[in-house]
């Protein structure tokens, strides 16, 4: 079934739009989504006074959610998100994609902060930028880790605190990521197409942060190492084609550089010089 959902209102306070994901596997109906109450800014409002809800019947096993006329006071899409897709146009807030467990999130558009945060699979793809803590913990969960599977894309930039205490997955940034990244990184995997900002990696105990095309000068609590065999690069080369179209230069001169050693860390950091 497509359900599509096309913003009626400006908006000049925040709105929570966690309420959607308790439609992942269900066949939902407009009666449904008029009795639907949900928060605006801290008063409770009925859904169908913002938003305007129509039906496809598409005969297929996944719902496919298509939200119109996005606005950045949207915040909470795709919190706790599984199975379905959920596609989305214009930009949205704050917590996209929080807790997301499975599925596909698709924005043709910019978010705010938190987008994965505390993500345990699925896949996000952001079409423009983020903003500061991507795959990090929340703030109001008391959780110690943050992103703990899945992947996140983002075509465009990301701010501070990108992988923050992140435990397991994939972020991948095709352009600038700003200060702070991989602060305390426990595990997993972060890919930066473009420039990055200072103070990246403090802390970290495991994981990988590839850089592709900034030569960077690493903290001094990180030593170089050896790259291994060949055949991880090789891999890595063909993965980020075939799913990605991001290209590394197979000319480039490999260093990687492990630690971080003040807290006794094997991360990694491989950057293409």
């Known amino acids: 079934m497509k359900i599509v959902l096309s913003l009626k209102k400006k908006l000049e306070k925040p709105f929570d739009l966690a309420l959607l994901s308790q439609f992942n596997h269900k066949r939902p109906t407009l009666e449904v989504f008029n009795k639907l109450e949900s928060l605006y800014g801290t008063t409770k ?4 006074d913002f938003f305007d809800v129509n039906f496809f019947d598409l005969d297929k096993k996944k719902n496919h959610f298509i939200i119109n006329g996005a606005n950045k006071l949207l915040k909470n899409v795709g919190f706790s998100w599984e199975h379905d897709l959920l596609e989305v146009n214009g ?4 917590y996209l994609g ?10 043709r558009g910019n978010c705010g902060n ?3 945060c505390e993500m ?3 896949r996000i793809q952001v079409s423009k930028n983020a903003g500061d803590f991507v795959g990090s913990p929340s703030p109001s ?3 110690k880790c943050g992103m703990i599977g899945g992947e996140i894309v983002i075509e465009g930039n990301a701010g501070e605190y990108l992988g923050q205490l992140m435990r397991r997955g994939l972020i991948l940034v095709k352009g600038d990521v700003k200060k702070y990244c991989c602060f305390h990184m426990i595990a997993g995997s972060v890919v930066v197409g473009g420039c990055i ?3 990246y990696s403090n802390f970290m105990k495991r994981g990988s942060l590839i850089l592709l095309t900034q030569k ?13 065999c060949s055949s991880f690069l090789n891999f890595l080369t063909r993965f980020l084609w075939d799913n990605y179209k991001l290209r590394i230069n197979k000319n480039s001169n490999v260093k990687r550089y492990v630690g971080d050693r003040y807290n006794h860390g094997i991360g990694e950091i491989i950057y293409f010089d």
Not at 45 to 48: A, L, P, S
Not at 98 to 107: E, Y
Request: aromatic share 10%.
């Open 45 to 48: 409002v009925f859904f169908n």
């Open 91 to 94: 930009t949205l807030g704050d």
């Open 98 to 107: 929080a807790r997301m467990k499975s599925g596909l999130i698709d924005v």
């Open 114 to 116: 938190f987008l994965g």
């Open 120 to 122: 345990q699979g699925g």
């Open 141 to 143: 969960g008391g959780n």
């Open 197 to 199: 900002g200072k103070d």
């Open 216 to 228: 960077v000068k690493t903290s001094q609590n990180f030593v170089e190492a050896s790259m291994g």
